[in-house]
């Protein structure tokens, strides 16, 4: 039975094996089954993923590269010099002018660009350039010079020339819809040379590679292995372009394998000429402060002071050498460093068959030839190209904006422009060693305009001139105190005050909407009683101007202001008068300019015109003005202003006395200085103050108006015409009674009823029936 | 006692002399000229140099304009403007210029910029520019249809023209 059960137990056992047998080779299978279609999935999705990656960065490069290859940037174009016989310019200015756009000496005027210096005079080949209103060709002229200033200009084998425009000083090149700088240029532009030198130094397999070269990373592995250090980049020209377009500096795998497949998908997109063009207007070529240096045309300019393709060899080498290492190799830093590598390059041009034997000898002997920072980027004004921006958008449509190669021409005039620049940089820095002040601590801004035409001259938006960043000029809004009691005056004289009609000098207290009282003080804390009201505004003294304001009516003051500007004040309070008013320079000097221009308001300006590709003006904007002010009126306010400054708050000026007219300001706790003044040629706002609104200890006289003063010195004095009247009157300037200068300190203003003048005793001046009746009854 | 007798004098003559004549004027508003003190004094402005590349400007401004070229003549007379901005021949030009375009408020304004420049004109009479100025005034009221104003400006200044 037993041996029964065995048997049936083992015959159990027999039929049980084979399922058990089958089972594992089943489960195998299943896992594998499994682990394939999971690889298969995975590579599917895989396979998905980097298409769909792929086309992610195919699009978004393409796009990204065919915009900026594209686009020609707008050409942003300072004012031209105009040379003519009798132009107070003399030699040495005229070669600095010269200079400054990027002229260079040579003995045989071999190209455009070029001038020759002798004893009697300057031969200048100059450049070729379409202006607005035509093109003129390069012409070869000469200028001779007497003490006065150009003596004569005559092209050689012609005769005479009565007005030639020096071709005008580039002062920027962006993309006027998003405001980005660069040099852009054409692969026509690109010199041959720089074209086949950076691959000759950077990646000699350009031409056959796919965006990226196995060669290459492993020529730099053996030299980098060899020297224990990073010697040489394995980067083709397409890797580093995409770097500078697309990704950081970061050095991880993920960024290098993303840099890899931009690399090869741009290198499928674009050809080879794109690929280059497009590395010569983007690479990295150095730092100006806030401004990087990007491409060659904007690196020939910062470092040469002179366009890319009237670079020579040894320049070409200097620019490529910068590329490895723009701090590193850095020509104005470093420069044995750079000229070891130019000199390398150099070597390079000769044994590749780039350049010959004597060019490669002569570029050698060439010293690194970098211009010296006071010289270079004399063509860089950001404050001033805020305001052209500002402008382009205000007044051009977008359409008109994304057109390509536009060609800017604005109202800066280079030579005021760096002389402003250099009087507020320098005046500031005299100021706080004098006063001890913290360095760097106080800020400043300034704006010239042309008197007559209200054109923009020069913009100064800070102390640090190119220095990107914030400007004061165009966006400080600070109370401008003081400056802005003219604006009372007028009010007075067009209701028909006369500057001597007296107003009083006294304690006054208004009550304010929000219940509180306003006491406003004069600066010494004094009250001065009655006085005329031309000798209130030259002093400028708050009551009295408090009181001439509620005479004429604050509404009134407040309408004359809005005439003058186009804007209605944020303040509608008595504290007005006294200039708690925020403005910016830009807007003062749009206030300024109803004076200095005669009576006329102009907005200020800073583009004339623009033009398309094609040379047809987009725009062009013409003068535009609106006489806001009668001749006599103005006529009066000016002669009072110009008191202000021989006599007044601005009598410490050392050129108060020669005819120029303007107003200091001083806001409470000496925190804003200012001086907004102007002579027959230029009306000019100067704003001193501190960034986080703390007091300077600075009036308008002993802050801005130094930086006037400072700048006055520069740019000369042109003193004003008066504007004839028939009622002129010889009055002592202290009391306002009518006198002759034998017998007083007189000062001459027009009076519309003299006879009602008080008379000076002893000046033997005959009074009038009216008068002699009054004495007679007011035992006057 | 004595100063009310002599009032009481000097009043009965002055009303006797005012009754067979009108009030003597006052002491006229003393001139410039006459009365400047020396700190007021000035040399006149420097003659401009420039006259020659402004008016080599202008003529050529006046030949575009003759060819029905008013935008190019704008252009060539701002330019001068830019040399030698107070000079008022260029702004009667310029408002002469902005009336060929039809810009009625441009030609306006540049008009009577150049009658507020007249007053201080260099190298002309004051009254001869004044003349120039108006009468460009005067043209651009006629334009604008003001004819009453025009001819009472050309019968004003008409004969004044240098």
């Known amino acids: 039975m037993a041996a029964q059960n065995k048997r049936k137990s083992s015959n159990r056992r027999a039929k049980r094996r084979p399922k058990q047998q089958r089972f594992w080779p089943r489960l195998r299978a299943a896992i594998w089954r499994l682990i394939w279609r999971t690889l298969i999935g995975l590579s599917l999705l895989t396979v998905l993923l980097s298409a769909g990656y792929a086309y992610y960065i195919d699009r978004t490069i393409s796009k990204t590269f065919e915009g900026r290859r594209w686009s020609v940037p707008a050409q942003v174009y300072a004012q031209p010099l105009e040379l003519f016989s009798g132009l107070a310019l003399s030699k040495s200015q005229f070669i600095t002018e010269l200079t400054r756009l990027g002229y260079r000496p040579d003995l045989e005027l071999n190209s455009a660009g070029t001038y020759r210096e002798d004893s009697r005079g300057v031969t200048a080949y100059l450049r070729g350039f379409r202006f607005i209103d035509g093109f003129r060709p390069a012409q070869i002229l000469r200028f001779t010079f007497n003490n006065s200033g150009i003596r004569q200009i005559t092209e050689p084998g012609s005769g005479e020339v009565v007005l030639v425009r020096m071709d005008p000083a580039k002062i920027g090149s962006f993309f006027p819809s998003h405001g980005e700088d660069r040099i852009v240029l054409t692969p026509e532009e690109v010199p041959t040379l720089l074209a086949e030198g950076l691959k000759a130094i950077e990646d000699r397999n350009f031409d056959e590679h796919r965006g990226f070269s196995i060669s290459g990373i492993l020529r730099a592995l053996i030299v980098n292995l060899r020297a224990g250090a990073t010697r040489q980049g394995g980067s083709t020209l397409t890797q580093q372009l995409v770097k500078s377009y697309f990704l950081t500096n970061e050095q991880t795998l993920q960024r290098k394998l993303r840099e890899l497949a931009m690399a090869v998908i741009l290198e499928l997109r674009f050809s080879k000429q794109d690929l280059l063009t497009a590395y010569v207007n983007e690479i990295f070529l150095g730092q100006n402060g806030a401004r990087a240096i990007h491409g060659f045309g904007l690196g020939a300019q910062f470092y040469f002071n002179k366009p890319l393709n009237e670079l020579g060899v040894a320049e070409v080498a200097t620019l490529i050498s910068i590329i490895r290492g723009p701090s590193y190799y850095n020509p104005f830093r470093h420069p044995e460093r750079a000229l070891t590598r130019r000199d390398r390059i150099l070597d390079t041009f000769y044994s590749d068959g780039l350049i010959n034997a004597a060019a490669h000898r002569n570029a050698k002997a060439q010293p690194l030839g970098v211009v010296s920072a006071a010289g270079r980027g004399g063509a860089y004004y950001p404050a001033f190209m805020d305001l052209v921006r500002s402008e382009l958008s205000e007044r051009y449509s977008n359409t008109d904006l994304r057109s390509q190669g536009l060609q800017i021409f604005t109202t800066l005039e280079p030579r005021l422009q760096e002389n402003t620049q250099q009087a507020v940089s320098r005046t500031l820095n005299a100021i706080e060693r004098e006063r001890e002040l913290p360095s760097n601590s106080l800020q400043a801004a300034s704006v010239v305009a042309d008197s007559q035409t209200g054109e923009v001259l020069a913009l100064v938006g800070g102390r640090q001139g190119r220095v990107d960043g914030f400007n004061r000029a165009l966006n400080a809004q600070r109370s401008v105190g003081s400056v802005i009691k003219p604006v009372t005056v007028l009010t007075a004289l067009n209701q028909g005050m006369d500057l001597t009609d007296k107003i009083v000098d006294q304690a006054v207290t208004l009550p304010q909407p929000s219940g509180e009282t306003w006491a406003p003080k004069n600066f010494d804390g004094k009250t001065h009683g009655a006085m005329p009201m031309y000798l209130a505004l030259s002093r400028s003294l708050n009551l009295a101007m408090v009181d001439l304001g509620q005479r004429v009516g604050i509404e009134n003051v407040q309408q004359q202001f809005t005439t003058l500007t186009d804007r209605r004040p944020e303040n509608p309070y008595p504290s007005f008068l006294l200039g708690a008013e925020a403005m910016s320079p830009l807007q003062t000097l749009e206030l300024y300019g109803n004076f200095a221009s005669g009576g006329f308001h102009t907005r200020p300006k800073a583009v004339i015109a623009v033009l398309d590709e094609n040379g047809s003006a987009l725009s062009h904007h013409t003068f535009e003005m609106r006489q806001s002010i009668q001749m006599p009126k103005v006529a009066a306010l000016n002669r009072a202003l110009e008191l202000v400054m021989r006599r007044g708050t601005g009598r410490t000026s050392p050129f108060a006395q020669l005819g120029v007219a303007g107003k200091t300001g001083t806001t409470n706790d000496n925190r804003d200085s200012w001086f907004a003044g102007f002579d027959n040629s230029h009306l000019s706002v100067v704003w001193v103050g501190r960034d986080d609104n703390q007091s300077t200890g600075l009036t308008g006289s002993s802050g801005a108006l130094r930086v006037w003063n400072a700048m006055a010195r520069r740019n000369g004095v042109d003193p004003i015409t008066p504007i004839p009247s028939d009622d002129l009157v010889a009055i002592e300037y202290t009391s306002g009674q009518r006198a002759t200068e034998r017998c007083a300190d007189v000062v001459l203003l027009p009076v519309r009823t003299p006879q009602s003048l008080a008379i000076k005793p002893g000046c033997n001046i005959k009074p009038s029936l009216k008068q002699r009746l009054r004495s007679i009854f007011t035992d006057e | ?162």
């Open chain 2, 1 to 162: 006692m004595t100063a009310n007798f002599a009032r009481s004098i000097c009043l009965a003559a002055y009303l006797t002399l005012a009754a067979c004549a009108s009030a003597p004027t006052p002491n006229p508003a003393p001139s410039a000229k006459a009365t400047a003190p020396a700190v007021e004094r000035r040399q006149p402005a420097p003659p401009k140099t420039n006259t020659d590349a402004t008016f080599a400007l202008l003529s050529e401004a006046d030949t575009a304009l003759g060819a029905a070229q008013p935008k190019r003549a704008i252009l060539l007379l701002e330019r001068a403007v830019r040399i030698e901005p107070r000079n008022f021949e260029l702004w009667i030009r310029l408002s002469r210029a902005h009336l060929a375009t039809d810009n009625m408020n441009a030609a306006m304004q540049h008009a009577r910029k150049a009658i507020a420049l007249a007053d201080v004109a260099v190298g002309v009479t004051t009254a001869t520019a004044q003349a120039k100025a108006w009468l460009q005034y005067a043209e651009v009221l006629e334009y604008r249809g003001q004819k009453q104003e025009a001819a009472s400006i050309r019968r004003r200044y008409g004969q004044q023209r240098g």
